[in-house]
């Protein structure tokens, strides 16, 4: 998530030739995982640049040079020009290839809850995780560092509860079709505190989530992007 600096219009990473793949930047495991999901369902050329920014200071100034922020996921097009925000980058992505079905039409009566809840799992929910993932960003003594991240978990899992009380799927969040509402939750439900708090607060929505896990399209990715290994629902 973040913003990087540029000028007008969408900053560049570099003249690129259109006929060069999309640009991921992300990691295993991270947010950038629902975004790969979706070209993957899209059939669109693409290649994954692994930045870990939590891992160090040199991950994280190694990142600098594509987001100023210092974080991911980052989308440079074919263009060259670069998208931040997980969101916008799926949201942009599903409206680019309408044929998909990936996202509500502008005109389809879902539209304005697939917009909102695409806007509440990244500002309500993932914006949390720069803070939990280490408290020091807004906490100085570290006795205090646990009890921050137990109450932004608490606070994540509320989140997800009235996300579960508010929506009705059908096999999908949003009724028959898989949306990339579908992929954003499937990865950021499993961020702590965890898909089984996840299943205990929103079991509305349980079904659903377990159908986008076990899609065949994505086995691969999961395989290797965000593996389902022993105990993965803690």
Same mark, same amino acid.
């Given at each position: 998530?973040g913003t990087a600096a540029g000028?007008?219009?969408?900053?560049?990473?570099?003249?690129?030739?259109?006929?060069?793949?999309?640009?991921?930047?992300?990691?295993?495991?991270?947010?950038?995982?629902?975004?790969?999901?979706?070209?993957?369902?899209?059939?669109?050329?693409?290649?994954?640049?692994?930045?870990?920014?939590?891992?160090?200071?040199?991950?994280?100034?190694?990142?600098?040079?594509?987001?100023?922020?210092?974080?991911?996921?980052?989308?440079?097009?074919?263009?060259?020009?670069?998208?931040?925000?997980?969101?916008?980058?799926?949201?942009?992505?599903?409206?680019?290839?309408?044929?998909?079905?990936?996202?509500?039409?502008?005109?389809?009566?879902?539209?304005?809850?697939?917009? #909102? +809840?695409?806007?509440?799992? =990244?500002?309500?929910?993932?914006?949390?995780?720069?803070? /939990? *993932?280490?408290?020091? @960003? %807004?906490?100085?003594?570290?006795?205090?560092?646990?009890?921050?991240?137990?109450?932004?978990?608490?606070?994540?899992?509320?989140?997800?509860?009235?996300?579960?009380?508010?929506?009705?799927?059908?096999?999908?969040?949003?009724?028959?079709?898989?949306?990339?509402?579908?992929?954003?939750?499937?990865?950021?439900? #499993? +961020?702590?505190?965890?898909? =089984?708090?996840?299943?205990?607060?929103?079991?509305?929505? /349980? *079904?659903?989530?377990? @159908? %986008?896990?076990?899609?065949?399209?994505?086995?691969?990715?999961?395989?290797?992007?965000?593996?389902?290994?022993?105990?993965?629902?803690?």
């Amino acid at each position: 998530m973040g913003t990087a600096a540029g000028g007008q219009g969408l900053p560049h990473v570099g003249e690129k030739s259109l006929a060069e793949p999309f640009v991921v930047y992300g990691a295993s495991t991270s947010g950038s995982v629902p975004i790969e999901a979706t070209l993957s369902l899209l059939n669109l050329p693409y290649r994954v640049e692994d930045h870990a920014p939590w891992e160090g200071s040199h991950e994280a100034e190694r990142l600098a040079r594509i987001n100023a922020l210092r974080q991911v996921p980052a989308l440079a097009l074919p263009t060259g020009e670069l998208m931040t925000e997980s969101a916008a980058i799926l949201i942009w992505l599903a409206d680019s290839h309408p044929e998909a079905r990936l996202a509500p039409a502008l005109t389809d009566a879902t539209r304005p809850a697939f917009l #909102r +809840w695409m806007t509440f799992v =990244s500002s309500a929910i993932y914006a949390l995780y720069w803070v /939990a *993932d280490d408290p020091s @960003r %807004v906490v100085d003594r570290a006795e205090d560092h646990a009890t921050v991240k137990a109450r932004l978990y608490e606070r994540i899992a509320h989140c997800w509860e009235q996300m579960g009380a508010q929506l009705q799927p059908g096999r999908y969040l949003l009724g028959e079709e898989l949306s990339v509402l579908d992929l954003y939750v499937a990865t950021a439900s #499993r +961020w702590s505190p965890g898909r =089984s708090r996840f299943y205990d607060v929103a079991p509305g929505l /349980a *079904d659903t989530i377990r @159908r %986008v896990d076990a899609d065949p399209r994505l086995a691969a990715l999961w395989a290797e992007r965000f593996p389902f290994t022993p105990g993965w629902e803690r």
